[in-house]
């Protein structure tokens, strides 16, 4: 499935919701405008003007260390102005609703809103309800864009292509944003998606979504070139999917002797945080084929392109 350059191309996507969404030459424009922009991080003067004399929110209702401070980063590499919004320091605690808050951020002048919600669909009510160009920085168990793509562009700039992988995505994939974004990207870019768990943190309906699921990591470890280490989320549990941590990470964690069966070149990654010692040992975390804090670096150069690409579709539709 060879992609063939169409340099008619033109982005119109003045949001950001999901990949679903989105196709193959969508998702690779947006990673080769990413590649434009890695330089700029490397140079001394970290700086460049497309949003100068824009205003970006982080509107985050759920906690965050690498989406919100990397859509920061990202923002102001590329010369915007930042507010940065907390649920917790808002007039949300007083019971403003997230309409009512967005209209008054936007009566401000915002003209991008980067959205982390613990409700599937907010990002897209909010983009029907107001005139900035809204962003998913993650949505319940819904979506999460711009991990996807920093997943998929990690993978691309390390082997190349992700035409022809093997890719498995293990652990809790029934309560990951994470999970979906990447399968939609992985698979539109042509890579093939094992999803591995136990029964009870596989989605339901998983036969109506483009993946094999397996329920042994050891089947499939020593066939993947890629494997992506999903975080239990405690947060979101209901009831006890596995009778115990030391049961799950028996079975599913990625352990020093589990490596010893995969291929050697075989990328280790994470979306982080991780739970140490439960779905990856630390010697894995940290050795020589993880790329976990190349995934965070490169989530900077991802959230750049889709700033600035929105921004560009905002202007264009004016
Ligand atoms: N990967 C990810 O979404 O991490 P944060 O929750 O820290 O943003």
Known sequence: MALKKNKQFRWQRKHLLGLRELNAEEITYILDTAKGFEQISTRAVKK???????????LFFEDSTRTRNSFTLA??????????????TSSVSKGETLLDTAKNLEAMGIDIVVIRHTAGGVPKFLSRSINACVVNAGDGFCEHPTQGLLDVYTIRKIKG????????????IAHSRVARS???????LGAEVIFVGPPTLIPAQVNRLPVSVSYS???????????????????????NPFPSIREYSHYFGLTVERMKKAKPDILVMHPGPI???????????????SVILQQVTNGVAVRM??????????????
């Open 217 to 239: 990591l050891d089947e499939v470890i020593e066939k993947v070139d890629v494997i992506n280490m999903l975080r239990i989320q405690f947060e979101r549990l209901g009831g």
């Open 182 to 188: 990447d399968m939609w990207a992985m698979t539109k």
């Open 161 to 172: 292509t992700l035409e022809g992988l093997k890719i498995a995505i293990v652990g809790d």
């Open 305 to 318: 392109a889709v700033l600035f690409l929105v921004n560009q579709a905002a202007a264009q539709s004016h």
């Open 75 to 88: 923002a102001s590499r590329l010369s915007a102005d930042i507010i940065e919004f907390t649920k917790k």
């Open 48 to 58: 460049a003007p497309p949003l100068r004399g824009k205003l970006v929110v982080n």
């Open 275 to 289: 739970n140490r010692g439960l779905e990856m040992e630390s010697e894995v975390a940290d050795g020589a084929n």
